[in-house]
């Protein structure tokens, strides 16, 4: 199974966060109703969407776009994930989208009154300044307090960013990563870290590998994932460690080792830092909760 989150803000409007990062295509399935909106936004990897009981496929791909609208006929959503990748859904009702965009309805297709009836499909390419956001929303680490109150800002953001006929306002938006090559360098050392998380390269290596001044790897990462890039790691490799952890097949010892932590207090430290308890209690917690 991959790993799907769901953020419910309202009835109205949801945001979910979709992560296959097994073998396997896993499958994410919805019923729809004839007044929502759906967005999907392709930051990693290959989906399709599949229509009619197979009849009728659309293929997603990595840094594109797509919006559905059928006011006519339920749109159930039939997602087929293949591996390593990552999507993130924005489901909300037309009248809640329209009240967001009542004033610039006229430069929104399916809005304006001749339209607004009709069904609606739109794929377009993932911006620069559309990216960033993403990737934001994809890999946020927000306390559970907040964390709805964040999705909606950047979901409102990415709606912005969408529907924004300026195109300049790529580069203003995103002053240290001027072109897409620089935001493909940033994603691509985000995924080197990753890949390496046990023996992670330093930040000179990093830059060297991917092409980029060190200055700009620091600051264009920051911009990006919200954080400097060990911050991130750390953070991820902790979120990866509860992942391995829930699943029961790994020790505390083992799953400290996978992510690169030769000392057991050492994580043990580490772990209870992020989560404000041990890997031991944790494991505790869930044999009680099950």
Not at 172 to 201: G, T, Y
Not at 225 to 235: A, E, K, P, T
Request: proline share 3%.
């Amino acid at each position: 199974m991959g790993i799907t989150e769901e953020i419910v803000i309202d009835d109205n409007f949801s945001i979910i966060r979709i992560e296959n990062n097994h073998e396997n295509t896993v499958r994410f399935e919805r019923k729809m109703g004839t007044d929502m909106i759906q967005f999907y936004f392709g930051l990693k990897g290959v989906s399709k969407f599949i229509f009619n009981q197979g009849t009728y496929a659309i293929q997603l791909n990595e840094e594109r776009s797509l919006i559905l609208y059928n006011p006519q006929k339920e749109l159930p959503v039939h997602l087929e994930i293949a591996p390593d990748t990552w999507v993130i859904c924005i489901l909300i009702s037309i009248k809640k989208f329209h009240a967001l965009f009542s004033n610039e309805a006229k430069f929104i297709g399916f809005l304006n009154s001749e339209n607004k009836d009709k069904k609606y499909y739109a794929e377009e390419d993932i911006t620069p300044s559309m990216a960033i956001v993403l990737n934001q929303m994809f890999n946020n680490y927000m306390n559970p307090s907040i964390k709805k109150l964040y999705f909606t800002g950047k979901t409102y953001e990415i709606l912005s960013l969408l529907f924004n006929h300026n195109e300049d306002q790529d580069i203003e938006n995103c002053p240290f990563l001027s072109d897409e090559n620089d935001v493909v360098k940033i994603k691509k050392a985000k995924d080197i870290i990753i890949a390496r998380m046990s023996e992670p390269p330093t930040l000179q290596e990093l830059a060297d590998e991917v092409g980029i001044n060190i200055k700009k790897l620091k600051l264009g990462f920051k911009q990006i994932y919200g954080d400097s890039v060990f911050s991130f790691l750390f953070d991820y490799k902790m979120d990866y460690a509860r992942k391995l952890l829930d699943n029961g097949h790994y020790n505390v010892n083992e799953v400290g080792l996978k992510i690169g932590y030769s000392s057991a207090s050492h994580f043990i430290a580490a772990f209870k830092k992020k989560f404000g308890t041990t890997p031991k209690k944790y494991l505790m917690s869930l044999n009680q909760n099950n």
